[in-house]
């Protein structure tokens, strides 16, 4: 990242080693760009069409349309490169601070918007809550808990010890503002190196504690990276939950989030956590794997975590090819190991692999491809062989290296995935709302025209008590039967749980008799996860179906007031049924639990449990207590989204009703000067017209 951030890089950089197709991959994600853009054009046409009162539902829709922001999440493991991968993708080499300590459990998310130049907008940066830091420091997060349970004393000790030191060096850096910090925010109008790294990056004081947790993690590559904040580097990194950076863009056509995770695999599992909330709430996942270790048994916790994803929610891209001996043999082999061990853990076999190498992009960003070092070179040039279609041949260096990273086939693989699931259904549910505010206005000017306000006896008041009264029952309804559905998976989940209790527990006792107690034993929760997730998807068709049936009667009942209010007029009213929102994938299921370690503190409560009469009734204990915030997690963190989901579909679709009858019951105070006006019929043919082209917009991306 350039400290002035007005100079611009790539304007630095000598016209031959420009690269002229940083856009290409992004063609869809254009042409949704270009769609967003008419729709809104046409939503201010309606606007201006539908006149006093009309305009501020259409301001609700304009703000939906403009809160479309496509989330892309980077997963993987750690130094796989996704740090400089984001960087990639937002065409700027040294935005993000690549190789940080990789024990901060930031979220960071950049937000891109498509401008001429870029810029560094705005920054938010949130710290933990009290609860948050709490439970990290006091029982050591999960894994301090999980030992305990176990009686891994040693083990519990360590972790004791690396906390002690995270608390002290916390409290030293911050000070007595420690406390104050707690659950707050800090916002910028920018952002830079020095400031990212104080919050984001952790402070080398970190690198001279010897026990410092995820060991094997601590790299060398950071030590060297001392800025010139000195002593400000991290002074807040331990504390901050997640940062949002916003991004003036140039390569991108269309407005996005690509959200940085701190990966999974770590001491306290608070980053697994991190890493679960962030995927669960965005549909697609991009997930780095370095090319030289890609999906080994040391990343049982990531693979849990893809195996949970759908293949069209996931992109797989292979990182570092440069690092391969012989990029164009060795991908082969790399791919298929990768569906395989997909294959074996139920996960999306079929998701799209995509190979490429961050390296090789940010020297094309840099201008410097030609400084490429000789085996990354070498390798570059083994794999555009295998690779180079004739057309991109012909191109210039720059040009070619830019294909060869992969990010255009990385850029093909998201926007598609953009379009064809997020926007296509953003599109949709604005134009459906768009339909019905075109043709509920039309309908108010036939009331108008056939002689003005409620037909029936039905006061204006009291249609819209009755609308109200509508909504309350229709909420209340969809509320009650949501409850059930809910408390029968939650049913669902505990049976899954007694079911893997009872197993693993006759496991147990049969190991026992077979080979004795000398001989340790495990038991692949694998089932339970596999139980728990049949009974999610269970849950996912019930919650769609349940709300379908409730948004279709809210529909009909609405639809049945308005006509009882004006009659025939306003049959031309296209009510839009609300479609009912994506379940989040069932990610909390990745999350690690005490039976995927089969490691020390597993022996040791082995060994002192083995002589005991009660052995496998304690084991059922323990597997109980270690199942217990998992189970917790899956039935209630995972389903809150969902209910809020359902209901905020419901609450929309009634306050468009209230919009519309607003409409409808006010045309009968502008009768009068207004209703001549709605006579002079050359003015209204052309006002019809109008409105019937622009309802043909909204039409074309309602299905
Ligand atoms: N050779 C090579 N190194 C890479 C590549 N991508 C990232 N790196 C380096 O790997 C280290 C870790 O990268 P980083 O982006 O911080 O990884 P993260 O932990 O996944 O965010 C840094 O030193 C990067 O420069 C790549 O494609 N090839
Ligand atoms: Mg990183």
Not at 123 to 128: C, L, N, Q, V
Not at 182 to 190: I, V
Not at 229 to 245: H, K, N
Not at 586 to 591: D, E, T
Request: hydrophobic share 45%.
């Amino acid at each position: 990242m350039t400290i002035e951030t007005d100079t611009d890089s790539t304007t630095q950089i000598r016209a031959q080693a420009r690269p002229t197709n940083l856009r290409a991959g992004m063609e869809t994600l254009a042409r949704l760009a270009q769609d967003v853009a008419r729709m809104d054009e046409a939503l201010d046409r309606l606007a201006e069409l539908s006149g006093q009162g009309g305009e501020r539902p259409v301001a609700r829709l304009k703000e939906q349309l403009a809160a479309f922001e496509p989330c892309i999440t980077l997963l993987g493991q750690v130094k796989s490169g996704k740090t400089s991968l984001i960087n990639a993708m937002a065409g700027w080499a040294d935005l993000l601070p690549s190789d940080v300590n990789p024990w901060t459990s930031v979220v960071t998310s950049l937000h891109l918007t498509p401008a001429s130049r870029r810029a560094e907008t705005g920054a938010k940066f949130r710290f933990m809550t009290e609860a948050e830091w709490d439970r990290l420091t006091t029982k050591g997060g999960r894994i301090g808990e999980l030992a305990g349970r176990a009686g891994a004393d040693g083990e519990l000790e360590k972790i004791r010890r690396q906390i002690e030191t995270m608390r002290d060096t916390s409290r030293k850096r911050l000070g007595r503002h420690f406390e104050l910090l707690m659950g707050q925010e800090h916002d910028y109008g920018y952002f830079d190196k020095n400031l990212l790294e104080r919050y984001i990056c952790l402070g080398d004081d970190f690198d001279g504690a010897e026990d410092a947790p995820g060991d094997a993690a601590l790299d060398a590559g950071h030590k060297g990276a001392v800025s010139k904040g000195g002593a400000e580097q991290g002074r807040f990194a331990d504390i901050t939950r997640s940062a949002d950076l916003f991004l003036n863009c140039q390569t991108v056509p269309f407005r996005m989030c690509l959200r940085d995770t701190p990966g999974v695999n770590d001491t306290f599992m608070m980053r697994e956590m991190v890493t679960i909330n962030a995927v669960r709430d965005s549909k697609l996942c991009v997930v780095v794997l370095s090319a030289g270790q890609a999906l080994t048994s040391v990343d049982m916790a990531l693979i849990r975590m893809i195996a949970n994803l759908k293949s069209r929610d996931v992109v797989i891209f292979v990182n570092r090819i440069d690092e391969l001996p012989d990029p164009a043999a060795q991908v082969l082999e790399i791919e298929q190991s990768i569906r395989q061990t997909l294959k074996d853990h139920g996960g999306p076999a079929d998701a799209e692999i995509i190979f490429g190498s961050a390296y090789w992009a940010g020297a094309v960003l840099n201008g410097d491809v030609e400084a490429l070092d000789a085996g990354s070179a070498a390798a570059l040039m083994e794999w555009a062989r295998h690779k180079l279609e004739a057309s991109v041949a012909r191109q210039s260096a720059p040009n070619i290296v830019w294909e060869m990273s992969g990010l255009p086939a990385l850029w093909r693989a998201v926007s598609e995935r953009i379009v064809g699931t997020l926007g296509t259904a953003c599109l949709a549910s604005v134009a459906r709302q768009a339909i019905t505010l075109g043709t509920s206005q039309q309908a108010a000017r036939s009331v108008v025209v056939a002689g003005g306000g409620a037909t029936s006896d039905i006061s204006m008041h009291e249609l819209r008590a009755a609308m109200d009264r509508v909504a309350r029952d229709a909420t209340a309804a969809l509320e009650a039967d949501l409850d059930l559905v809910f408390a029968e998976y939650r049913q669902r989940a505990d049976r899954a749980h007694e079911t893997f209790l009872d197993r693993a527990t006759h496991a147990l006792l049969d190991h026992l008799e077979r080979r004795g107690a000398d001989y340790m034993w495990d038991y692949d929760p694998a089932g339970l996860r596999m139980l728990l997730r049949s009974a999610y998807s269970v849950l996912c068709k019930r919650v769609k179906a349940t709300a379908e049936q409730h948004y279709e009667a809210a529909v009909r009942d609405a639809a049945g007031l308005l006509y009882q209010g004006f009659g025939a007029a306003v049959e031309g009213i296209q009510l839009g049924v609300p479609a009912p929102p994506e379940a989040p994938a069932p990610v909390a299921l990745a999350q690690t639990i005490a039976l995927d370690f089969n490691d020390s503190w597993w022996a040791s409560w082995w060994r002192r449990a083995r002589g005991q009469k009660a052995f496998a009734k304690r084991f059922r204990r323990l597997i109980l207590a270690e199942t217990e915030d998992f189970m917790t997690q899956m039935k209630e963190a995972q389903t809150v989204d969902i209910r809020a989901g359902v209901m905020t579909a419901m609450t929309a679709f009634f306050d468009q009703q209230r919009d519309i009858l607003f409409e409808l019951t006010s045309v009968g105070t502008q009768r009068g000067a207004d209703v001549e006006r709605l006579f002079t019929s050359e003015q209204e043919r052309q006002r019809r017209a109008l409105l019937d082209s622009t309802l043909e917009t909204f039409e074309r991306h309602a299905a």
